[in-house]
């Protein structure tokens, strides 16, 4: 088949790796850093509200589980779908690729439905179980109303910008970012504090700008000039692209999903063997970790389509590069962070709370949570290179390990023996471990992975 390819996409088969890794992840990481603000820019504003500003924050954090819930679905037809359409690019099969966006496009709206009358018809219950008292409920449920009704443009901006990376358009996936991004920023203080709508106008505020990143998303995929274009007759369910996206997907979908378990294991261990307080030094370490995570998420996701198609078209060398490349720039920023957090916790924290009694106590869990976070660059690298090459068992394995099998567990057992202590010292004993472990799988299957490859393409150009 004839190899047909965009002319507003890079050629991702040539030129400097070094180059491409930059061209496409600065918009990538550019993009998540902002979308990071949609939420983290209500925590800022909310925790300066007059006289509630700490229960305020606290009753918002406690949402995250089901706004990160929302996320996960994204990630699974998205993060499953995007590199599958990627390395169908680079064997030039465009149509299979459009294919497989249509029917992720399809789930994203059905799973939008289901979730929204779901969470609507069982949110109160669902805080208590993750840590509300009657101090935070009501903020958090005024939040999370109105914030679900924008659950379809979260779906379908989170969900379908990945395929607009995948076909390296990373400064058009950016703008979909900066533009819901910027129009928050806008809006939080006006229908905050001007209008007088508090934690409710903030969430107002994230489903309008959401709705916009939507729009613009929607736009650029239906374009003629998109190399994987979204066609209402690709729109449908198809059973063998859907169980091939989600058999992908599955692993980052894991990894957000077990995000929001985690949180709520560990908001309820702060709940009974702290308090409120100590449930919004959660929120706050949470958000502290996200400035780091969320730009080095994006860098990842920005470089993934450089290796899934060099390894579609059959250029294992620049895909050993690139993941060379991936994994030595991971860990240096993973590493840099750590020391950045242990050295001035007090400059993070500050950004998100002003009441001192809760930035006391924030500031000693903070230095303790974050000591594994150095390495953590390790199994970032290798997690996104397993999913980049189509490695479904490997890739949900390392997802399912970190939080699943080490860090839920810890945090219910440890506080037994220490307290709250005990919650904070699970994340560095799970990040270190886990890393271990991924770093050594990944010595074990890469090179294994891209021999079978090259076999196979030997067999395929010898006709067998």
Not at 49 to 65: C, D, K, Q, S
Not at 254 to 259: A, G
Request: glycine fraction near 8%; include cysteine.
């Amino acid at each position: 088949m004839a190899r047909i390819r965009s002319s507003r996409m890079p050629d991702l088969g040539q030129g400097s790796i070094p180059g491409l890794m930059f061209r496409l992840a600065l918009p990538s990481v550019v993009a998540q850093t902002i979308n990071m603000l949609y939420n983290m820019v209500d925590r800022m504003y909310i925790g300066r509200i007059e006289g509630v500003g700490a229960y305020a924050l606290t009753g918002v954090g406690l949402t995250f589980p089901i706004i990160t819930l929302i996320s996960a679905f994204s990630s699974l037809f998205g993060s499953g779908g995007a590199p599958l359409a990627s390395i169908k690019l680079g064997e030039g099969n465009r149509e299979r690729a459009s294919r497989i966006l249509g029917v992720s496009a399809f789930m994203l709206l059905c799973t939008s439905a289901i979730l929204f009358a779901a969470f609507q018809l069982f949110m109160e219950p669902l805080l208590m179980a993750f840590g509300a008292s009657e101090n935070t409920l009501p903020y958090a449920a005024q939040y999370l109303r109105t914030y679900l009704f924008g659950t379809c443009f979260v779906q379908l901006t989170l969900g379908l910008n990945s395929y607009i990376s995948a076909q390296g358009r990373a400064t058009t996936a950016m703008c979909s970012i900066i533009i819901g991004a910027a129009l928050n920023i806008l809006l939080d203080p006006l229908f905050i504090f001007v209008f007088g709508m508090g934690v409710r106008g903030a969430a107002l505020a994230t489903v309008l700008s959401q709705a916009a990143s939507c729009a613009w998303v929607l736009l650029a995929l239906a374009s003629p000039k998109a190399s994987i274009r979204l066609e209402k007759r690709f729109i449908r369910f198809d059973r063998a692209i859907l169980l091939g996206t989600v058999s992908l997907g599955i692993s980052p979908f894991t990894m957000v999903f077990t995000e929001s378990a985690v949180q709520v294991v560990l908001n309820r261990g702060m709940m009974l063997y702290g308090g409120d307080l100590y449930v919004g030094t959660i929120t706050i370490i949470a958000s502290v970790v996200q400035l780091f995570s969320t730009p080095l998420h994006g860098y990842t996701n920005g470089v993934q389509p450089l290796m899934s198609f060099n390894y579609g078209a059959g250029k294992l060398d620049r895909v050993r590069k690139t993941f060379r490349y991936l994994l030595f720039s991971t860990l240096a920023f993973t590493m840099t962070y750590c020391a950045l957090i242990e050295l001035f916790p007090r400059v993070f924290i500050h950004l998100f709370a002003q009441d001192e009694a809760l930035i006391d106590l924030t500031v000693r869990g903070l230095r303790i949570y974050s000591l594994g976070l150095g390495i953590f660059g390790l199994q970032n690298a290798t997690q996104s290179m397993f999913v980049g090459l189509g490695q479904a068992k490997v890739s949900l394995f390392i997802a399912i390990l970190r939080k699943v099998i080490l860090l839920i567990p810890l945090a219910l057992v440890l506080p037994s023996f220490l307290g709250v202590n005990g919650v904070y010292i699970a994340e560095p004993v799970a990040d270190i471990t886990s890393a271990t472990i991924a770093t050594c799988l990944m010595l074990y299957h890469f090179d294994r992975i891209l021999a079978r490859r090259e076999q196979m393409l030997a067999a395929q150009q010898k006709g067998v």
